[in-house]
Every structure is written in C-alpha cells, then in structure tokens.
C-alpha cells in the first residue's frame, strides 16, 4: 500500500517529520522503499547526476516518463512524485499533456512544479483535473540563469514575495510545498504559516521534512553541496571495487573455477570432431 495525500497531511498534523529522497532508476528505488523512505522524487536534477548536464534545463519529458516509470516499478510503498521538466507547464494545455504522460505512461502519483503566484493557475488546473501537485519556492533550478544558485529572499521584499507565494500555492491546490536554498528563519515561518507540509532542502530544521539527492546522501561524487549531509562514501567504495576487478582480469586472478561451468571432456571431443 502507498503513502497517500493523507497520509502526508497527517505526518504534518501530528508533527512527524518527512523524509523525501530522490530516486532516477529501478535498483535506487527499490533500497529507498525498503528503507521505509515515504516520498519518492524523481527530479529533473538527473540532468545533472544521471546525465552530466550542467543544469536542469536540457531534461525533456521523455527523459522524465523513463526514470520516473523506473522508480514506480521498484517502489511499492512509496509515493512517487515527478518533475515536470523546463517549459512543460507554461500554460494549462501543455502542463495537462505532461502531467497526463507522466500519470498514464510512468504511473507516478503525483508531480512537482516550480514558482509562486504566476503558475497557480496552472496548479489550479491540474488539481482540478486530479493531479496531485507539489509546489517549489526559493531556488528554482529551471530559473538559475535568472536567480544564480544562492541563497534566495534574504531580503524584506523578497522573503514577503515568498511568503505570498507560498500561500497562493497553497489556496490553489497543492498538496506540500519544497523551499529551497530559502534562509531557516523564514523557512520556519513559512512552515507555521501554512496547513500543507513543507520540505527543506538548504532551509534548515523548520520544515515538516527534508529533501536530499541520492548521489550526495551516499557520496557518490566526489563534493557535495552545503546543506547535503553525506551518509556513506558509496562512491569510494564503488571505486576501490571496480579497481579490485580490473587489477584482478589483468592479473587472470578473475574468473576462477567458481565462476565458470564445466562440460563433460566426451561430449567436448565430440563437438571439435
């Protein structure tokens, strides 16, 4: 049985925090649902860690439909959301046509969005039509050409922008809402102010959860940004293995008897005549 919209706004209610982690194949999401992680994301962040892209902004919906299909095969438990990649979601038509792929075609249970007031009514469109929509404040990677990768409403005018932009997302329809690369304080007032649950990425300990991508909560590259926490240095390990095996053909230690089949010498004599 999957988490449910429910099941969120409860965790929000009795004050149990929310862990999301992201997730871009079959094998990553099937040890996060084991590992009882309640929110699934698919971000279009695997431009960068999937794809070697230097943004978001190359992913298409294609890519997203893929990855996200992956990850609902390997998960059973829970609640798989999905990007809608860069310029999927400028008006209601185009976003009715990504949502509806990324529902039908990858069977997610829900999808994300990034902006304040301008794209609510497009969230309001989707959540009308039966889309579970998660909204995304602060920094918005698909606008980093325009915000640069920084912390965001720092100041007065900027931080009360954010606010009206969250409660308008809210009052459209969304079911919770990302902040991100947002200053902690704020985060925390945003999180008070609204019903829906909030999750931090970069936006300290105030929120009803926390967001972390795969690659840097298991160290798979070799820095990762501030505000990630790395659990394991998975890539390391990754890399002394590989080594291991390589060292090991070259030297004819691999493979062994063990793992090779062997054949009955009559029946080979036959076969060579």
């Given at each position: ?5 429910l ?32 929110l ?27 990855h996200?299909?992956?990850?609902v ?129 970069g ?22 940004p ?12 990754i ?32 076969a060579?005549?």
């Amino acid at each position: 049985m999957r988490t449910t919209l429910l099941d969120i706004r409860k965790m929000k209610a009795n004050g149990r925090r929310i862990a999301m982690l992201t997730a871009y194949d079959y094998a990553a999401a099937r040890i996060a649902d084991r590992a009882g992680v309640p929110l699934l994301l698919v971000g279009d962040s695997l431009g960068m860690v999937m794809q070697g892209q230097g943004t978001t902004l190359p992913v298409t919906l294609d890519d997203m439909v893929r990855h996200a299909a992956a990850v609902v095969r390997g998960s059973e438990s829970a609640l798989v959301i999905a990007d809608l990649p860069f310029l999927t979601y400028a008006d209601k038509g185009s976003a009715v046509a990504a949502a509806r792929r990324l529902m039908q075609e990858a069977q997610v249970q829900a999808v994300k969005l990034e902006g304040g007031a301008h794209v609510t009514p497009v969230v309001e469109h989707l959540v009308q039509h039966g889309v579970p929509v998660m909204g995304h404040l602060g920094f918005t990677p698909q606008s980093q050409h325009t915000l640069g990768v920084r912390v965001q409403a720092k100041q007065a005018a900027c931080a009360k922008r954010l606010i009206e932009d969250a409660l308008a997302l809210e009052a459209a329809g969304a079911f919770a809402l990302v902040l991100e690369l947002v200053p902690a304080p704020l985060a925390a007032e945003v999180t008070a102010r609204l019903r829906i649950p909030t999750i931090g990425i970069g936006a300290g300990a105030g929120c009803n959860g926390q967001v972390q991508v795969w690659h840097d909560l298991l160290g798979l590259f070799e820095t990762s940004p501030r505000h990630a926490r790395r659990y394991a240095e998975i890539g390391a390990a990754i890399e002394a293995a590989v080594r291991a095996y390589a060292e090991d053909v070259a030297a004819e230690r691999f493979p062994t008897q063990a793992q090779s089949a062997g054949m009955d010498a009559d029946e080979l004599a036959k076969a060579l005549g």
